[in-house]
């Protein structure tokens, strides 16, 4: 049997998410016994796109780290453990890296803020670094009065 792609189980999981709107949309917009006909065959094709998936899943390689066969197997642990342990250790990094961005974009709206208000010639250029515009105001004493807006992507 030829190797199946991660494509062919995309393609199949996104089957079984364009059945399960399909039935949402109908369940909202339930009309009477024409919709109804109309989800029966929905759950159908639902059934078949799972049974798919479960066999196409069946014949996916599948590799075991081998960390986890001499570490957690060869001493008698749990594997589910080293599962565990893992996912705590990316959900670390992942906080500590969220953290890192966050602070160096304030920072960046920070010193843009400042760049504007000490260099309002600079302001536009500013903005455009930035992504969103910097407007500065000038104030009737002659303070300088900046405002960051900054599109959220």
Do not use: W
Not at 58 to 77: D, F, S
Not at 102 to 113: C, H, I, M, P, Q
């Amino acid at each position: 049997m030829a190797p199946i792609s991660t494509d062919q189980v995309e393609d199949a999981t996104k089957d079984i998410l364009q059945n399960l709107f399909s039935l949402m949309i109908q369940t909202y917009e339930h009309r009477g016994p024409r919709t109804t006909a109309a989800m029966h065959t929905e759950v159908l094709n639902l059934i078949s796109s799972l049974q798919s998936l479960s066999s196409l899943s069946a014949t996916l390689p599948t590799q075991v780290p081998p960390e986890v066969i001499t570490e957690y197997v060869g001493n008698g642990r749990n594997p589910d453990i080293y599962t565990r342990e893992f996912v705590e250790l990316v959900q670390r990094r992942n906080q500590a890296l969220r953290g890192k961005c966050e602070a160096f974009d304030g920072f960046a709206g920070e010193l843009a803020g400042e760049i504007a208000r000490f260099l309002p010639e600079l302001g536009g250029e500013v903005g455009r670094v930035r992504g969103g515009g910097v407007e500065v105001k000038r104030e009737v004493n002659g303070e300088v009065e900046v405002a960051v807006k900054r599109e959220e992507t």
